[in-house]
């Protein structure tokens, strides 16, 4: 059967209660063909995730409303070895208090945020067309073992490598700030080879999105795309799990790049919009405004001084590097990838990859890693 998280919405709430709702659900569970795997509770964001086994959502629905009346705020399905990769776990922690009334609960406090690391390089196959083959594998190589070195030397947990960029979890903010820093200090030469980048963004596993910490590793990924080669770009959110420790931030200031609250919401409105209507070849900057609710000139500024790019130059960028993903991984033609990536016509089309990656796409589908 499928496994489902979901995500209910409880101000308040404390472990304590948790546990007995979670009891009340293990006693019904057979009823609706349900297996209660384990929980999470953020009490400070009053937030709990359930993950569960189930036929369908509305079986997890139901079980939760008839044992306890707390109908979840969202349910997503999940993949069980994604979920114990960025949380370490997918049944009951080790560790826990018993309470002996009622019912022998098992009581815990274990929350669901983490600070997720994406990193990026430039791609392989361009790569490879700048330095050569063998260089190339020998870079990643390094690349790649660096990585998963300083992984597990800062508790962190990975989650996955695709392409040359990887998906990091971390429990703690501050072991995911030194991580990146050591990443750094370790690959010098070959960072600036590679084009190394890496984002940082903290959130919970279930928040609008059908992917489990998806909006997290979305903004995460797109913290490399604005941020500088060698540079490592931090988000508010995770600037507030750190906020005791800025003595480091600041000692690597020239290595560190951190957003205020209203860049990572402006950033935040704008993957959205990109994502919705970057394949539209009708989609322009008065639609950009039009969604995001502002005008041409206030978002030229807030564009320019977030991303460094203007919103025509973020819509190019975004749709360039969406073509390098399907010329990478599908069997397309040029054609077919110009109007399924929002280009108005092939000549446009070769004419903008050619500017911005130093070779025809023609010669990209050719070239092999």
């Given at each position: 059967m499928?496994?489902?998280?979901d995500?209910?919405?409880v101000p308040?709430?404390?472990?304590?209660?948790?546990?007995?709702a979670?009891?009340?659900?293990?006693k019904i569970?057979?009823?609706?063909?349900?297996r209660?795997?384990?929980?999470?509770?953020?009490?400070?964001?009053?937030?709990?995730?359930?993950?569960?086994?189930?036929?369908?959502?509305?079986?997890?629905?139901?079980?939760?409303?008839?044992?306890?009346?707390?109908?979840p705020?969202?349910?997503?399905?999940?993949?069980s070895?994604?979920?114990?990769?960025?949380?370490?776990r997918i049944?009951?922690?080790?560790?826990?208090?018993?309470?002996?009334?009622?019912?022998?609960?098992?009581?815990?406090?274990?929350?669901?945020?983490?600070?997720?690391?994406a990193?990026?390089?430039?791609?392989?196959?361009?790569?490879?067309?700048?330095?050569?083959?063998?260089?190339?594998?020998?870079?990643?190589l390094?690349?790649?073992n660096?990585?998963?070195?300083?992984?597990?030397?800062?508790?962190?947990?990975?989650?996955e490598?695709?392409?040359?960029?990887?998906?990091?979890?971390?429990?703690?903010?501050?072991?995911?700030?030194?991580?990146?820093?050591?990443?750094?200090?370790?690959?010098?030469?070959?960072?600036?080879?590679?084009?190394?980048?890496?984002?940082l963004?903290?959130?919970?596993?279930?928040?609008?999105?059908n992917?489990?910490f998806?909006?997290?590793?979305?903004?995460?990924?797109?913290?490399?795309?604005?941020?500088?080669?060698?540079?490592?770009?931090?988000?508010?959110?995770?600037?507030?799990?750190?906020?005791d420790?800025?003595?480091?931030?600041?000692?690597n200031?020239?290595?560190?790049r951190?957003l205020?609250?209203?860049?990572?919401?402006?950033?935040?409105?704008?993957?959205?919009?990109?994502?919705?209507?970057?394949?539209?070849?009708?989609?322009?900057?008065?639609?950009?405004?039009?969604?995001m609710?502002?005008?041409?000139p206030?978002?030229?500024r807030?564009?320019?001084a977030?991303?460094?790019?203007?919103?025509?130059?973020?819509l190019?960028?975004?749709?360039l590097?969406?073509?390098?993903?399907?010329?990478?991984?599908?069997?397309?033609n040029?054609?077919?990838?110009?109007?399924?990536t929002?280009f108005?016509?092939?000549?446009?089309f070769?004419?903008?990859?050619?500017?911005?990656?130093?070779?025809?796409?023609?010669?990209?589908?050719?070239?092999?890693?």
């Amino acid at each position: 059967m499928p496994i489902f998280m979901d995500l209910h919405i409880v101000p308040g709430v404390t472990p304590k209660e948790v546990a007995d709702a979670h009891s009340m659900d293990v006693k019904i569970q057979h009823e609706f063909r349900c297996r209660t795997m384990t929980y999470w509770i953020d009490e400070d964001k009053g937030c709990v995730f359930c993950l569960i086994e189930a036929p369908d959502k509305e079986s997890v629905r139901e079980l939760h409303q008839n044992a306890h009346g707390l109908i979840p705020n969202e349910i997503i399905q999940v993949d069980s070895n994604v979920v114990e990769a960025f949380l370490g776990r997918i049944s009951d922690p080790e560790t826990f208090q018993e309470v002996s009334e009622p019912n022998h609960l098992k009581v815990f406090n274990d929350p669901a945020s983490r600070v997720v690391m994406a990193t990026k390089t430039i791609d392989a196959r361009l790569l490879q067309y700048k330095l050569g083959k063998e260089k190339t594998r020998a870079l990643l190589l390094i690349y790649n073992n660096c990585i998963r070195e300083q992984i597990r030397n800062h508790e962190g947990s990975e989650v996955e490598l695709k392409e040359e960029g990887f998906i990091i979890s971390f429990a703690s903010a501050m072991q995911a700030v030194k991580c990146s820093l050591a990443i750094h200090e370790r690959l010098p030469a070959v960072s600036e080879l590679i084009g190394l980048r890496i984002g940082l963004h903290a959130g919970v596993p279930v928040n609008k999105n059908n992917v489990i910490f998806g909006a997290t590793v979305n903004l995460a990924k797109y913290l490399c795309n604005i941020g500088k080669d060698n540079q490592i770009v931090i988000s508010a959110a995770v600037r507030k799990l750190y906020k005791d420790h800025d003595s480091m931030l600041t000692a690597n200031r020239e290595n560190i790049r951190w957003l205020t609250s209203p860049e990572e919401n402006f950033l935040d409105i704008l993957i959205n919009t990109l994502h919705e209507n970057w394949q539209d070849p009708q989609f322009g900057v008065t639609d950009f405004c039009s969604i995001m609710s502002t005008s041409k000139p206030q978002l030229y500024r807030k564009s320019k001084a977030t991303t460094g790019m203007s919103p025509n130059e973020l819509l190019r960028e975004y749709r360039l590097l969406q073509a390098l993903d399907v010329l990478r991984n599908e069997d397309r033609n040029i054609s077919q990838t110009t109007f399924d990536t929002g280009f108005s016509s092939p000549s446009y089309f070769t004419k903008c990859f050619q500017k911005r990656f130093g070779l025809q796409p023609l010669a990209y589908l050719k070239a092999a890693i």
